[in-house]
C-alpha cells in the first residue's frame, strides 16, 4: 500500500484524522496521501455532489483510505451520508466490516468483575446486503394509511464470503448470531452457509445465539468470545456494544474490507461528535487505531504493532484525553503518541 486517500469528512473528523496522519508519517513516512478535504458537509450544503464521481475515481484509483467523519446536524437529509459511506461500501465491495474489540486497560471497562473485563474478541459484519442495501419503499405517505417497507437481503455468496473471512481470521472459536427463530428465510441460509464454512475449518470451535441472547451474554462475559459474525444490521449494533465494552468509542476503530482486490477504507466509528468541534476534546485515538488497521491490511505488521503499543502507554500514563480518564487535548494526545513511538 503506497497512496491512500484520506477523507477528514464533517465535524471533528479533520481534527482527529491530522493526528492519524501525524501518525502514520512518522511509522510510515513513504506511504503517500491523498487527502480530499472537500468531501464534506458544507460541499453538499453549498449544492455541490455528496461524493462526485471524480473523487470516487481518486478513492477508488488509491490503495487504501482513511475516513473520518459523515455527518452534519445541518444536513437533514438522509441521502448524505448514504451517498459518501455507503456509495464507498457497495460501489467498491467492501463486503467486510471487521470491528476488533480489545480492552486496553482495566480503568475504561464498565463491568465491576475484573475476572470478566479483558475482551478480546473480533465483530464480523456482512457489509453489503442485508436491511442495509435499500431495498423498500413507502406507499401513501403522510398519510394514516402509511405503509414502510425494508427488505433484507441475504445472498449465498454474500454471506458466504462473509464467514470465509470470519473462519479465516478466528483464533479458536467463531459465534454466529442472528434471529432465525423470527426471520426464518434469512437465518436458514446463514446457518446452512455456516455449516459449510465450519466443515471447512475443523479446527475452530464453533457457536450460534440468537442476538438477543448474544447481547445478554456479551454483557455477561465478553471475554468468552473470540469471532462473532452476523449481518448487517445485528453485525452494526453488536459490534457498538463490544466498543463500549472495551472501553467506549473513543478507542473504537473499524476497516470496512474486500479481501480479493486488498482495498480497506478504516474509519473511527465515533461519528462526527459536532458538540465537540473546536474544543479540542475530541479523543483522536480511535482515529489513530484506524490508521493501525490500515497498515495491518497494507501488510505493515510491526508498524501496526507499534502504534497500538504506543495507545496503550499512553492511556495507562494517563496522556489522553479527558474521557479516558485523561487531561490532554487532541493534538496533545497524538504527540504524546508519537514521543511514545519514539
Not at 503517500?32 to 460541499?43: I, R
Not at 433484507?152 to 479465516?168: C, D, I, K, P, Y
Not at 475449518?201 to 469471532?227: I, N, Q, S, W
Not at 474486500?258 to 473511527?268: H, I, M, R
Request: with cysteine; net charge negative.
Amino acid at each position: 500500500m503506497k497512496r491512500i486517500a484520506v477523507l477528514p469528512g464533517d465535524g471533528i473528523g479533520p481534527e482527529v484524522t491530522a493526528e492519524a496522519l501525524r501518525v502514520l508519517a512518522a511509522v510510515a513516512p513513504d506511504m503517500e496521501t491523498d487527502v480530499l478535504g472537500h468531501v464534506n458537509a458544507d460541499t453538499f450544503l453549498a449544492g455541490g455532489p455528496a461524493l462526485s464521481d471524480e473523487d470516487f475515481t481518486r478513492i477508488a484509483g488509491s490503495d487504501g483510505a482513511l475516513l473520518g467523519a459523515v455527518g452534519d446536524p445541518r444536513v437533514t437529509d438522509p441521502g448524505y451520508a448514504r451517498d459518501v459511506l455507503l456509495r464507498l461500501r457497495f460501489d467498491l465491495d467492501l463486503y467486510v466490516n471487521h470491528r476488533p474489540a480489545k480492552l486496553l486497560h482495566d480503568r475504561l471497562s464498565p463491568l465491576r468483575d475484573p475476572g470478566r473485563r479483558a475482551i478480546d474478541c473480533t465483530v464480523v459484519r456482512e457489509n453489503t446486503e442485508g436491511l442495509y442495501a435499500g431495498i423498500g419503499g413507502t406507499l401513501r405517505a403522510n398519510t394514516p394509511h402509511e405503509t414502510a417497507i425494508d427488505t433484507e437481503l441475504s445472498t449465498h455468496r454474500g454471506v458466504s464470503r462473509a464467514l470465509e473471512f470470519a473462519f479465516a481470521h478466528a483464533t479458536t472459536s467463531v459465534c454466529l448470531v442472528d434471529k432465525a427463530n423470527a426471520v426464518p428465510n434469512n437465518g436458514s441460509l446463514w446457518q446452512r452457509c455456516f455449516r459449510e464454512a465450519a466443515a471447512r475449518h475443523p479446527g475452530l470451535k464453533t457457536r450460534h445465539l440468537y442476538v438477543d441472547a448474544a447481547v445478554m451474554h456479551l454483557v455477561d462475559d465478553p471475554t468468552a468470545f473470540d469471532m462473532i459474525v452476523a449481518n448487517n444490521a445485528h453485525g452494526d449494533i453488536l459490534s457498538d456494544l463490544t466498543a463500549q465494552l472495551a472501553g467506549g468509542m473513543g478507542t473504537a476503530a473499524s476497516a470496512n474490507l474486500n479481501p480479493e482486490t486488498g482495498f480497506a477504507l478504516c474509519e473511527p466509528v465515533h461519528g462526527s461528535a459536532p458538540g465537540l468541534v473546536g474544543t479540542q476534546t475530541a479523543n483522536p485515538l480511535a482515529a489513530i487505531l484506524s490508521a493501525a488497521l490500515l497498515l495491518d491490511h497494507a501488510g505493515r505488521d510491526g508498524e501496526a504493532a507499534a502504534v497500538r503499543d504506543a495507545v496503550g502507554r499512553t492511556i495507562e500514563k494517563r496522556l489522553c484525553t479527558p474521557d479516558l480518564g485523561g487531561s490532554l487535548s487532541t493534538s496533545q494526545t497524538g504527540t504524546a503518541v508519537l514521543d511514545e513511538l519514539s
